[in-house]
């Protein structure tokens, strides 16, 4: 499924694949996040950060009648204040979307899958 802009000269369709890999970006560059994880635990491995090029599996778009629903899942840093990482999560990939794509985001949910400590 894609997500369609109405423009007076047509319509654009960006893929969810795309819109996904914005979010990853946007997300894993947060302090506090160690990487995505996948939204189906139990079926790709528990344990696993998602790549680049698996973000898809960690990002689930939705579009809605004011915009698009994102939720993002997330593995953050052991010792960072979940509430803030994730407020911020939320507010980069809103500007993200915006800047990029155009793109203007109803919601970001952020479920945080696991915590991870860093090493030094």
Do not use: C, H, W
């Amino acid at each position: 499924m894609a997500v369609t802009i109405q423009t007076d000269k047509g319509a654009i369709e960006i893929a969810n694949e795309v819109i996904a890999t914005v979010v990853g970006g946007a997300t894993t560059d947060i302090y506090g996040i160690v990487g995505m994880a996948s939204r189906k635990q139990m079926k790709d491995n528990i344990n696993a950060l998602l790549r680049k090029e698996d973000y898809s599996k960690g990002v689930v778009i939705r579009q809605e009648e004011n915009g698009v629903t994102v939720e993002v899942y997330t593995i953050v840093s052991y010792g960072t204040k979940i509430s803030e990482v994730s407020r911020n999560v939320q507010e980069a990939v809103k500007y993200a979307l915006e800047q990029q794509l155009s793109i203007v985001a109803g919601s970001v949910n952020v479920f945080v899958q696991g915590v991870r400590v860093l090493p030094d």
